[in-house]
């Protein structure tokens, strides 16, 4: 494949899947009451192997193909693909910990932990269980890994909330700001940086190297204890001028992306996702005007044309279509049941027994217990290290979709609609 051919085949992706998120998007808010956000996750599960691959195998190949005939390894189309996926949800990510504010949650701290422990403890129990549950019954992970290592994997799948996710809808919605959204984003980055920690323990266990655990977990504390303390002191004098005078610079823009792209590889390094890292620079960031100005340089590319690769390049590494038997469906089912109790109604009673009314701690579990593509990413780390099988991978992806799928609607009927620059997205 020459030069000229990989930049025509990277120009035809590019514009089907813009097109196809903006159609389907179109659809799922006109009629379904859906987000932007969840019908990218949706337009790249029907962009790949599990429908357009299914009803035109030879069209989905010629759009999205897996290898270069002849050879092993990703195609180069599909790698450049995932690599403008990742810089999206980095920028995005960061973003998000640019908008997060520290302050609407100091004062309400033990209900954060509270909702973010619920989030961890019940569905980890109960993955933990069903994990013993079907591990004779069913061929859900791989022959070599222990029982106690599945039970810890999957209960770490359940675990996973879709911080990425969950952050674009509070955005959407306009209320990532208030101090509801600020809770529900600081238990949901706990829980999922919990998550990451335990599958770095699996990882570990697998491997016969508890070094990567350590590294994961100790890596990331000190991390983001230094960024946001000396971090953010240093990062303050960064502003000095912009906060005066109101002027960005380029090389000010330079400075921000170099900062940002080395906390998101550290963070990538030691084994806890790129997401984190991101998200901790932009909680660190100074705010005012020179907050305002990065926003309004990095936002509209990021949202309109990077962050929907990221959405649609995990749907197109997954294949819904292994599940077959009532067996399998039965699992589904029970993975399922389990994951919106586990997660959403725990979430929802710890944020009342904290003091949050009913109709706020419903939303909290609401959002808590969308999964989206955070779960995508941790099960092909299962499967690509061993850990998981192809049926298992197949069936936690289908509970990623039903309970995102439940958020938005459920979100709407518990919250109601709420307009960005209202009252109550502002306040």
Known sequence: MTDLDLMLRFMLQVMIVLAACKAVGWIGSKYLGQTQVVMEMVTGVLLGPSVLGRSM???????????????????????ILYIIAQIGLVLYMFLIGLEFDIKLISNRIGGAVSVSLAGIIAPFALGFGIAYLYRDRTDLFAPAITDTNAAI???????????????????????????????????????????????????????????????AIGGGILFGVLMLTLGKKLLSRLAVSTNETGKF????????????????????????????????????????????????????MTVSFLLPFFFVYSGLNTNINLISGTELWTVTIVICLAAIFGKGVACALAARASGEPWRESWTIGTLMNARGLM??????IG???????????????????????????????IYGKVEPGTAAATA
């Open 57 to 79: 195998p030879e069209l989905q190949g010629y759009l999205f193909p897996r290898k270069l005939e002849g050879l092993t390894g990703s195609h180069p189309s599909m790698s």
């Open 249 to 300: 610079s380029q090389g000010q823009m330079t400075t921000v992306i170099l900062i940002l792209m080395a906390g998101a590889w550290f963070t990538d390094a030691i084994g806890i996702y790129a997401v984190f890292g991101a998200f901790l620079v932009g909680c660190a960031m100074p705010r005012g005007r020179y907050a305002e100005a990065i926003r309004e340089r990095i936002e509209p």
């Open 383 to 413: 499967l690509q290290q061993g850990v998981i099988t192809p049926t298992l991978f197949a069936i936690m992806v289908v509970m990623a979709i039903v309970t995102t799928l439940m958020a938005s609607p459920l979100f709407l009927l």
């Open 153 to 215: 994997y999957l209960g770490a799948a359940m675990c996973i909330t879709a911080f990425p996710m969950l952050a674009r809808i509070l955005y959407e919605r306009g209320i990532a700001r208030t101090s509801m959204g600020t809770l529900a984003l600081g238990a949901g980055a706990t829980d999922d940086a919990a998550a990451w920690c335990l599958l770095a323990m699996v990882l570990a266990f697998s491997k016969g190297n508890m070094s990567i655990a350590w590294l």
């Open 375 to 380: 779960e995508l990413i941790i099960l092909n």
